[in-house]
């Protein structure tokens, strides 16, 4: 590794992400949307702090906005979980469907993340995720970093009992 604690992120994958993700999927699918469900359906949870409805952020606040863009986000963060189960990703299509929401599901969750976190003008989520992004940022500059370039000295084509097997001699 070009730094001891883990970059290029190759070094520390998979683990570090399943880890990330299950800790998302359990904090944000099931202890914050659960209560949020029961709320929405009952409104019967409240937290009162100072005379300030913690859990809504006042009279009214729990709006449509939140419950749609929480919707989706839960669509995303179970899709995610639920292509990324082995025997799901067993398959080259199921691997495709998995390549295929996780992309389309980071493109979508993080615009849904900002819109959903931001609490009255504050960008509660975008402060929350900065220094992930940051990291991020950075594995990527570090990765391409190392990129290079090899040219091809021979290609050659082979069947063998119906596989097909291509050959490459690198310089």
């Not at 999927?25 to 469900?37: N, S």
């Not at 370039?149 to 084509?157: D, F, N």
Request: charged content about 15%.
């Amino acid at each position: 590794p070009i730094l001891p604690i883990g970059f290029p992120i190759d070094n520390v994958m998979p683990k570090y992400h399943r880890y990330v993700a299950l800790t998302i999927i359990v904090a944000g699918c099931i202890v914050h949307t659960l209560p949020q469900i029961v709320n929405y359906a009952t409104k019967s949870i409240t937290i009162d702090h100072q005379g300030i409805r913690l859990w809504t952020l006042g009279n009214g606040f729990a709006t449509k906005q939140l419950l749609i863009t929480g919707t989706m986000l839960t669509i995303i963060f179970s899709t995610f979980f639920v292509t990324t189960l082995k025997a799901f990703r067993k398959t080259a299509a199921g691997f495709r469907w998995f390549w295929f929401f996780h992309m389309g599901g980071i493109a979508t969750a993080y615009p849904l993340l900002l819109i959903h976190g931001t609490c009255r003008g504050h960008p509660i989520f975008f402060n929350v995720a900065l220094l992930p992004l940051i990291l991020y940022m950075f594995d990527i500059f570090m990765r391409r970093s190392k990129v290079s370039t090899a040219k091809i000295l021979q290609w050659k084509a082979h069947d063998d009992e119906g596989q097909q097997i291509t050959e490459l001699i690198l310089e």
